[in-house]
Protein backbone atom coordinates (compact mmCIF):
# COMPACT_ATOMS: atom_id res chain seq x y z
CA UNK A 1 0.00 0.00 0.00
CA UNK A 2 0.77 3.58 -0.73
CA UNK A 3 0.29 5.84 2.24
CA UNK A 4 1.31 9.94 2.06
CA UNK A 5 2.02 11.69 4.66
CA UNK A 6 2.60 15.84 5.54
CA UNK A 7 5.35 16.53 7.28
CA UNK A 8 5.75 19.36 9.35
CA UNK A 9 9.01 19.43 11.15
CA UNK A 10 8.53 22.47 12.83
CA UNK A 11 10.89 24.27 15.14
CA UNK A 12 13.70 23.73 17.68
CA UNK A 13 14.30 19.29 18.27
CA UNK A 14 11.14 19.20 15.66
CA UNK A 15 13.11 18.52 12.80
CA UNK A 16 15.41 15.77 14.62
CA UNK A 17 12.97 13.66 15.97
CA UNK A 18 11.01 13.74 12.93
CA UNK A 19 13.92 12.39 10.68
CA UNK A 20 13.83 9.38 13.03
CA UNK A 21 10.20 9.24 13.04
CA UNK A 22 10.43 8.99 9.10
CA UNK A 23 13.61 6.75 9.07
CA UNK A 24 11.10 4.52 11.22
CA UNK A 25 8.31 4.46 8.88
CA UNK A 26 10.58 3.79 6.04
CA UNK A 27 11.69 0.81 7.48
CA UNK A 28 8.17 -0.76 8.57
CA UNK A 29 7.43 -0.39 4.49
CA UNK A 30 10.26 -1.74 3.58
CA UNK A 31 10.12 -4.49 6.12
CA UNK A 32 6.05 -5.26 5.13
CA UNK A 33 6.37 -3.78 1.53
CA UNK A 34 4.18 -0.47 2.09
CA UNK A 35 5.20 2.75 0.43
CA UNK A 36 5.23 6.03 2.48
CA UNK A 37 5.54 9.21 0.52
CA UNK A 38 6.34 12.87 2.57
CA UNK A 39 5.50 16.51 1.89
CA UNK A 40 7.25 18.89 3.91
CA UNK A 41 4.74 21.30 5.39
CA UNK A 42 6.16 24.84 7.26
CA UNK A 43 4.35 25.57 10.20
CA UNK A 44 5.45 27.49 13.90
CA UNK A 45 8.05 29.80 14.05
CA UNK A 46 9.84 28.45 11.13
CA UNK A 47 6.52 29.64 8.78
CA UNK A 48 6.54 32.96 10.75
CA UNK A 49 10.34 33.42 9.17
CA UNK A 50 9.73 32.67 5.94
CA UNK A 51 5.51 33.68 5.43
CA UNK A 52 5.27 35.93 8.40
CA UNK A 53 2.23 33.51 9.75
CA UNK A 54 2.18 30.16 11.79
CA UNK A 55 0.21 28.75 9.20
CA UNK A 56 -0.73 29.48 5.42
CA UNK A 57 -3.86 28.46 3.94
CA UNK A 58 -1.13 26.47 0.88
CA UNK A 59 0.00 24.68 4.32
CA UNK A 60 -3.23 23.58 4.99
CA UNK A 61 -4.34 22.60 1.86
CA UNK A 62 -1.67 20.65 1.70
CA UNK A 63 -1.98 18.69 4.86
CA UNK A 64 -5.90 18.38 3.67
CA UNK A 65 -4.97 16.21 0.94
CA UNK A 66 -2.57 13.97 2.30
CA UNK A 67 -3.55 10.54 4.49
CA UNK A 68 -2.09 11.71 7.71
CA UNK A 69 -0.03 14.39 9.12
CA UNK A 70 3.15 14.09 11.43
CA UNK A 71 4.20 16.99 13.23
CA UNK A 72 7.15 17.38 15.35
CA UNK A 73 7.09 20.54 17.39
CA UNK A 74 6.48 24.53 17.27
CA UNK A 75 8.01 27.13 19.54
CA UNK A 76 10.59 28.76 20.98
CA UNK A 77 11.12 30.71 24.57
CA UNK A 78 8.32 32.61 24.81
CA UNK A 79 9.53 36.34 26.20
CA UNK A 80 12.83 35.26 24.28
CA UNK A 81 11.99 35.44 20.74
CA UNK A 82 11.01 37.43 17.88
CA UNK A 83 8.22 35.47 17.15
CA UNK A 84 6.40 36.20 20.42
CA UNK A 85 6.62 40.14 19.64
CA UNK A 86 3.77 39.88 17.58
CA UNK A 87 -0.46 39.13 18.26
CA UNK A 88 -1.25 36.22 19.72
CA UNK A 89 -2.69 35.11 16.95
CA UNK A 90 0.52 35.34 14.93
CA UNK A 91 2.66 33.54 17.07
CA UNK A 92 3.94 29.83 16.27
CA UNK A 93 1.23 27.75 18.57
CA UNK A 94 -1.33 29.54 16.70
CA UNK A 95 -0.62 27.70 13.93
CA UNK A 96 -1.92 23.93 16.08
CA UNK A 97 -4.87 26.14 16.90
CA UNK A 98 -5.27 26.78 13.02
CA UNK A 99 -4.39 23.39 12.13
CA UNK A 100 -6.69 21.38 14.25
CA UNK A 101 -9.66 23.49 13.61
CA UNK A 102 -8.71 23.40 9.32
CA UNK A 103 -8.36 19.68 9.48
CA UNK A 104 -11.44 19.10 12.25
CA UNK A 105 -9.34 17.44 14.72
CA UNK A 106 -11.47 17.57 17.63
CA UNK A 107 -10.12 14.42 19.64
CA UNK A 108 -7.14 14.01 21.13
CA UNK A 109 -5.35 10.74 22.20
CA UNK A 110 -2.91 10.79 25.10
CA UNK A 111 -1.35 7.13 25.89
CA UNK A 112 0.55 7.36 29.47
CA UNK A 113 1.91 3.68 29.88
CA UNK A 114 4.89 2.79 31.91
CA UNK A 115 7.77 0.54 30.10
CA UNK A 116 9.09 -2.23 32.69
CA UNK A 117 12.69 -0.85 31.81
CA UNK A 118 11.87 2.74 33.19
CA UNK A 119 10.07 2.08 36.05
CA UNK A 120 13.31 3.56 38.53
CA UNK A 121 12.33 6.99 36.19
CA UNK A 122 8.79 7.53 37.33
CA UNK A 123 8.20 10.06 40.20
CA UNK A 124 6.25 8.14 42.50
CA UNK A 125 6.89 5.53 44.72
CA UNK A 126 7.46 1.49 43.51
CA UNK A 127 4.25 0.69 46.05
CA UNK A 128 2.13 2.95 44.34
CA UNK A 129 3.46 1.94 40.75
CA UNK A 130 2.77 -1.26 41.46
CA UNK A 131 2.81 -3.51 38.39
CA UNK A 132 2.69 -0.39 36.06
CA UNK A 133 -0.13 1.26 34.15
CA UNK A 134 -2.05 2.12 31.07
CA UNK A 135 -4.18 4.95 30.44
CA UNK A 136 -5.25 7.10 27.94
CA UNK A 137 -6.35 10.95 27.75
CA UNK A 138 -8.93 11.16 25.76
CA UNK A 139 -9.20 15.27 25.24
CA UNK A 140 -11.75 17.57 23.44
CA UNK A 141 -9.61 19.76 21.20
CA UNK A 142 -11.46 22.33 19.15
CA UNK A 143 -13.32 23.94 21.80
CA UNK A 144 -13.51 25.43 25.32
CA UNK A 145 -11.35 28.19 26.30
CA UNK A 146 -9.10 27.92 23.71
CA UNK A 147 -11.41 28.42 20.91
CA UNK A 148 -13.66 30.98 22.59
CA UNK A 149 -14.48 34.75 22.72
CA UNK A 150 -11.77 36.40 24.10
CA UNK A 151 -10.90 39.97 24.48
CA UNK A 152 -9.21 42.92 26.51
CA UNK A 153 -10.44 46.16 27.41
CA UNK A 154 -10.20 48.57 30.24
CA UNK A 155 -13.48 48.58 32.50
CA UNK A 156 -14.19 51.71 34.92
CA UNK A 157 -10.40 52.26 34.10
CA UNK A 158 -9.04 48.81 35.12
CA UNK A 159 -8.08 46.96 32.31
CA UNK A 160 -9.32 43.31 32.23
CA UNK A 161 -9.18 40.58 29.98
CA UNK A 162 -12.10 38.08 29.47
CA UNK A 163 -11.88 34.38 27.87
CA UNK A 164 -14.84 32.88 27.24
CA UNK A 165 -15.56 29.17 27.77
CA UNK A 166 -18.41 27.80 25.28
CA UNK A 167 -19.17 23.98 24.62
CA UNK A 168 -21.99 22.72 22.53
CA UNK A 169 -23.78 18.98 23.11
CA UNK A 170 -22.82 18.24 19.52
CA UNK A 171 -18.84 19.02 20.51
CA UNK A 172 -19.01 17.09 23.54
CA UNK A 173 -21.13 13.90 22.03
CA UNK A 174 -18.56 13.24 19.34
CA UNK A 175 -15.77 13.23 21.56
CA UNK A 176 -17.58 11.07 24.30
CA UNK A 177 -18.49 8.34 21.67
CA UNK A 178 -14.46 8.57 20.49
CA UNK A 179 -14.00 7.91 24.14
CA UNK A 180 -16.05 5.19 24.89
CA UNK A 181 -15.26 3.47 21.31
CA UNK A 182 -11.79 3.17 22.53
CA UNK A 183 -13.11 2.01 25.88
CA UNK A 184 -14.63 -0.85 24.36
CA UNK A 185 -11.15 -2.00 23.13
CA UNK A 186 -9.18 -1.81 26.25
CA UNK A 187 -10.38 -2.45 30.09
CA UNK A 188 -14.14 -0.71 29.38
CA UNK A 189 -13.90 2.07 32.09
CA UNK A 190 -14.19 5.96 30.80
CA UNK A 191 -13.54 8.31 33.66
CA UNK A 192 -15.22 11.33 32.33
CA UNK A 193 -13.75 14.81 34.51
CA UNK A 194 -15.18 18.04 34.91
CA UNK A 195 -16.03 20.74 37.10
CA UNK A 196 -19.90 20.64 36.98
CA UNK A 197 -19.78 21.49 40.82
CA UNK A 198 -18.86 25.29 39.68
CA UNK A 199 -19.14 25.60 35.62
CA UNK A 200 -22.21 25.17 33.39
CA UNK A 201 -20.00 23.82 30.82
CA UNK A 202 -18.92 21.16 32.51
CA UNK A 203 -22.55 20.08 33.97
CA UNK A 204 -23.70 20.19 30.10
CA UNK A 205 -20.42 17.66 29.80
CA UNK A 206 -21.71 15.19 32.29
CA UNK A 207 -25.73 15.07 30.95
CA UNK A 208 -24.30 14.37 27.48
CA UNK A 209 -21.52 12.06 28.97
CA UNK A 210 -24.35 9.86 30.01
CA UNK A 211 -26.82 9.83 27.49
CA UNK A 212 -23.80 8.28 25.28
CA UNK A 213 -22.90 6.12 27.94
CA UNK A 214 -26.91 4.66 27.66
CA UNK A 215 -25.00 3.09 24.04
CA UNK A 216 -22.28 1.14 25.61
CA UNK A 217 -23.91 -0.60 28.20
CA UNK A 218 -20.52 -2.84 28.92
CA UNK A 219 -18.69 0.56 30.35
CA UNK A 220 -18.07 1.52 33.61
CA UNK A 221 -18.63 5.39 32.94
CA UNK A 222 -17.60 7.27 36.71
CA UNK A 223 -17.22 11.15 36.84
CA UNK A 224 -14.64 12.77 38.77
CA UNK A 225 -13.76 16.47 39.17
CA UNK A 226 -10.65 17.59 37.54
CA UNK A 227 -8.99 19.07 40.84
CA UNK A 228 -9.23 15.33 42.59
CA UNK A 229 -8.17 13.78 38.97
CA UNK A 230 -5.25 15.55 39.64
CA UNK A 231 -4.22 14.33 42.51
CA UNK A 232 -5.73 10.87 42.02
CA UNK A 233 -3.42 10.53 38.79
CA UNK A 234 -0.05 10.69 41.50
CA UNK A 235 -2.09 8.57 44.13
CA UNK A 236 -3.10 5.74 42.48
CA UNK A 237 -2.83 6.18 38.28
CA UNK A 238 -3.43 2.64 37.72
CA UNK A 239 -7.36 3.06 38.63
CA UNK A 240 -7.63 4.77 35.34
CA UNK A 241 -8.67 3.06 31.84
CA UNK A 242 -10.09 6.14 29.64
CA UNK A 243 -10.20 9.38 30.76
CA UNK A 244 -12.27 12.06 28.97
CA UNK A 245 -12.45 15.44 29.52
CA UNK A 246 -12.20 19.00 27.91
CA UNK A 247 -9.70 20.99 26.27
CA UNK A 248 -8.22 22.58 29.22
CA UNK A 249 -8.49 20.21 31.44
CA UNK A 250 -6.88 17.78 29.17
CA UNK A 251 -3.75 20.26 28.44
CA UNK A 252 -2.86 19.93 31.74
CA UNK A 253 -3.64 16.52 33.08
CA UNK A 254 -1.95 14.83 30.30
CA UNK A 255 1.32 16.73 31.09
CA UNK A 256 1.07 15.54 34.60
CA UNK A 257 0.17 11.70 33.48
CA UNK A 258 3.16 12.25 31.18
CA UNK A 259 5.69 12.85 34.15
CA UNK A 260 4.15 9.57 35.77
CA UNK A 261 5.97 7.46 32.62
CA UNK A 262 9.26 8.63 33.66
CA UNK A 263 9.82 11.60 30.63
CA UNK A 264 7.16 13.34 28.83
CA UNK A 265 10.09 12.74 25.59
CA UNK A 266 8.44 9.08 25.14
CA UNK A 267 5.01 10.24 25.15
CA UNK A 268 3.22 10.30 22.28
CA UNK A 269 -0.14 11.69 20.79
CA UNK A 270 -2.77 11.50 18.33
CA UNK A 271 -5.48 14.09 17.13
CA UNK A 272 -8.16 12.75 14.71
CA UNK A 273 -11.04 14.07 13.27
CA UNK A 274 -14.96 12.09 12.24
CA UNK A 275 -12.88 10.21 9.68
CA UNK A 276 -9.60 7.68 9.73
CA UNK A 277 -7.54 11.10 9.66
CA UNK A 278 -5.69 12.00 12.14
CA UNK A 279 -2.52 14.60 13.34
CA UNK A 280 0.52 12.66 15.20
CA UNK A 281 3.15 14.59 17.14
CA UNK A 282 4.57 14.07 20.26
CA UNK A 283 3.50 15.32 23.79
CA UNK A 284 6.43 17.45 24.23
CA UNK A 285 7.30 21.04 23.30
CA UNK A 286 10.21 22.30 20.83
CA UNK A 287 12.83 22.22 23.72
CA UNK A 288 14.92 24.85 21.44
CA UNK A 289 18.17 24.95 24.51
CA UNK A 290 18.84 21.44 22.85
CA UNK A 291 17.87 21.62 19.50
CA UNK A 292 20.72 20.57 16.56
CA UNK A 293 22.61 18.75 20.03
CA UNK A 294 21.34 15.43 18.79
CA UNK A 295 20.28 15.27 22.32
CA UNK A 296 16.88 14.79 22.12
CA UNK A 297 14.48 11.75 22.76
CA UNK A 298 13.02 10.59 19.59
CA UNK A 299 10.60 7.39 21.29
CA UNK A 300 7.48 9.97 21.86
CA UNK A 301 7.47 11.01 17.68
CA UNK A 302 8.33 7.22 16.64
CA UNK A 303 5.64 5.98 19.02
CA UNK A 304 3.26 8.83 17.17
CA UNK A 305 4.21 7.69 14.43
CA UNK A 306 2.87 4.13 15.34
CA UNK A 307 -0.37 5.52 16.16
CA UNK A 308 -0.61 6.80 12.91
CA UNK A 309 0.01 3.26 11.35
CA UNK A 310 -2.86 2.20 14.17
CA UNK A 311 -5.19 4.95 13.86
CA UNK A 312 -4.98 5.89 10.11
CA UNK A 313 -3.82 3.45 8.58
CA UNK A 314 -5.67 0.13 9.82
CA UNK A 315 -2.06 -1.03 10.24
CA UNK A 316 -1.82 -3.06 13.63
CA UNK A 317 0.45 -5.61 13.03
CA UNK A 318 2.86 -2.70 11.72
CA UNK A 319 2.26 -0.58 15.08
CA UNK A 320 3.01 -3.51 16.83
CA UNK A 321 6.28 -4.21 15.54
CA UNK A 322 7.72 -0.24 15.96
CA UNK A 323 6.72 -0.52 19.92
CA UNK A 324 8.16 -3.83 20.08
CA UNK A 325 11.26 -2.09 18.59
CA UNK A 326 11.32 0.70 21.16
CA UNK A 327 10.61 -2.27 24.35
CA UNK A 328 13.86 -3.76 23.26
CA UNK A 329 16.03 -1.20 22.81
CA UNK A 330 15.25 0.01 26.11
CA UNK A 331 15.35 -3.32 27.35
CA UNK A 332 18.80 -3.47 26.32
CA UNK A 333 19.92 -0.35 28.11
CA UNK A 334 19.70 2.24 25.55
CA UNK A 335 18.99 5.35 26.98
CA UNK A 336 18.72 9.29 25.58
CA UNK A 337 19.78 11.98 27.86
CA UNK A 338 16.44 12.39 29.38
CA UNK A 339 15.68 8.94 30.93
CA UNK A 340 19.10 7.68 31.33
CA UNK A 341 20.29 6.17 34.43
CA UNK A 342 23.26 4.37 35.76
CA UNK A 343 24.58 1.38 34.65
CA UNK A 344 22.79 2.08 30.95
CA UNK A 345 24.26 3.36 27.54
CA UNK A 346 23.65 6.94 26.51
CA UNK A 347 22.73 7.38 22.86
CA UNK A 348 21.76 10.09 20.63
CA UNK A 349 18.75 11.31 18.14
CA UNK A 350 20.21 9.60 15.59
CA UNK A 351 21.68 6.24 17.52
CA UNK A 352 18.45 5.66 19.13
CA UNK A 353 16.87 5.77 16.04
CA UNK A 354 18.70 3.95 14.22
CA UNK A 355 18.73 1.15 16.85
CA UNK A 356 14.67 1.29 16.75
CA UNK A 357 14.78 0.76 13.23
CA UNK A 358 17.40 -2.18 13.27
CA UNK A 359 15.23 -4.15 15.61
CA UNK A 360 12.22 -3.91 13.28
CA UNK A 361 11.25 -7.07 11.57
Not at 95 to 117: C, M, Q, S, T, V
Request: glycine share 8%.
Amino acid sequence: MNYSIAVIPGDGIGPEIVREACHVLDRVGEVYGHQFSYTEVDMGGCSIDKYGVPLTDEALETARKSDAVLLGAVGGKVGNSRWYDVAPNLRPEAGLLAIRKGLGLFANLRPAYLFDELASACPLKPEIIGDGFDLIIVRELTGGLYFGARHTEKVDGVETAVDTLTYSEKEIRRVAVKAFEIAMKRKKHVTSVDKANVLDSSRLWRKVVNEVAKDYPEVTVDHMLVDNTAMQLVMNPRQFDVILTENMFGDILSDEASMITGSIGMLSSASLNESRFGLYEPSHGSAPDIAGQDIANPIATILSAAMMLTYSFDLDREAQAVQVAVKQVLAEGYRTADIMSEGKTKVGTVKMGELICERIR
